[in-house]
């Protein structure tokens, strides 16, 4: 990326900016919004690149300022070697060649969880089913998140359906999303995506993605959590509509 203009540099360092602050105030979103607005800009290979290190700062500052880490971990290990497993399949598909199919399954995948959260009611896993479902739904998230650089489909509605306190289930959630992101560095790193080049702009996003974090906490209680949340996902709707019918049309 050594021939970037500064227009593209500028506009990525405030796409973390801006989703650092979305994970601010919901606590989540940061890869969502990184690879939905970098992933019409730039292929969703470069954009997955990019996002690796401060997806990894953030989510490991949200994974480590939980209560308890042993028990939400030995709680869902089986889900978490699953997500690393899947996502080793998934990565061949977006370090491959074939760009505009990984354009269209990652606005697919923002549609899907867009869609989700705007229309569907909470959902409840009974505790017998958890060992069943927890690896399977580990494997399908890796695959997705190996494939669109997306970390939360279907593991975020997942998540929230099992019978979590609060503070577990943002610890929860930060689990997953640091083993997915490593997951994707490890897989994207064997099949040659990163460069010096990258990986030196993906270290300069985290602080712009560490202000916005900062600037999103303060906004969480001066706005309304609940309009805030419709207004984003309907962006990702719009966005990820745009991407996923851009091949068609």
Avoid at 2 to 17: E, G, K, N, P, W
Avoid at 23 to 50: D, E, N, Q, R, W
């Amino acid at each position: 990326m050594s021939d970037m203009s500064l227009t593209a540099f500028v506009l990525i360092l405030a796409t973390f900016f801006a989703a650092g602050t979305v994970k601010g105030v919901t606590g989540m979103g940061l890869p969502t919004v990184a690879m939905g607005v970098l992933g019409a800009l730039i292929s969703p290979l470069a954009a997955a690149s990019l996002l690796i290190v401060p997806s990894f700062v953030t989510n490991l500052w949200q994974l480590l300022a939980g209560p308890a880490l042993g028990p939400v971990l030995h709680r869902l290990w089986p889900m978490m070697v699953a997500i690393c497993a899947g996502t080793a399949l998934g990565a061949a598909l977006l370090a491959g060649s074939d760009t505009e199919a990984a354009s269209t399954l990652l606005g697919a995948a923002l549609v899907i969880y867009a869609g989700y959260g705007l229309l569907a009611r909470p959902l409840s896993v009974p505790s017998r089913l958890e060992p069943m479902l927890s690896p399977l739904i580990g494997g399908l998230t890796g695959m997705v998140s190996g494939a669109t650089g997306v970390f939360v489909i279907p593991a975020v509605p997942y998540l929230q359906a099992l019978d979590l306190s609060r503070n577990d289930l943002v610890q929860a959630l930060g689990l997953s999303f640091t083993v997915s992101t490593v997951a994707l560095a490890l897989a994207l790193g064997a099949h040659g995506a990163f460069s010096a080049g990258t990986m030196g702009l993906s270290l300069l996003a985290v602080g712009p993605a560490l202000i916005g974090m900062w600037v999103g906490q303060k906004l969480r209680n001066r706005i309304s959590l609940a309009t805030f949340r419709r207004m984003f996902l309907w962006f990702l709707l719009l966005l990820g509509a745009e991407m996923a019918l851009r091949a068609v049309l």
